[in-house]
């Protein structure tokens, strides 16, 4: 299926920095809480992700992630998450997550 570049401009992509990272062992699979920071415009956000195969919580707090902005929240838990943190699976299916190559300001928009 193909979509129209307007329709791409509908999904806004911001890059964060993971500020604090907490593990959630209600979750169903195992996942981590994340608090992302997209910088004043948007602020922190939470979030949950199952991305425990290859990070730790000390390792992911100050990493740049991207991740959806203007979903709806979704209830996940008892945690709320307000973003969608971005990855892709390595050849087990497990996720690696997806940042800039460089630093960059908080809340930059993919393009």
Not at 13 to 35: D, M, N, Y
Not at 45 to 58: C, D, G, L, V, W
């Amino acid at each position: 299926m193909t979509i129209s570049f307007d329709d791409f401009l509908k999904v806004d992509i911001r890059v964060g920095r993971i500020t604090r990272a907490e593990p959630f062992p209600e979750a169903r699979k195992p996942a981590f809480k994340l608090w992302v920071d997209f910088g004043p415009e948007i602020g922190e956000k939470r979030s949950s992700a199952q991305i425990t195969r290859h990070y730790t919580p000390e390792e992911l707090v100050g990493r740049q992630v991207l991740a959806v902005v203007n979903f709806p929240p979704r209830q996940i838990g008892p945690v709320m998450s307000e973003v969608l943190v971005l990855g892709v699976p390595d050849a087990e299916g497990e996720v690696v997550l997806i940042g800039p190559g460089h630093d960059v300001p908080l809340g930059g928009r993919l393009y």
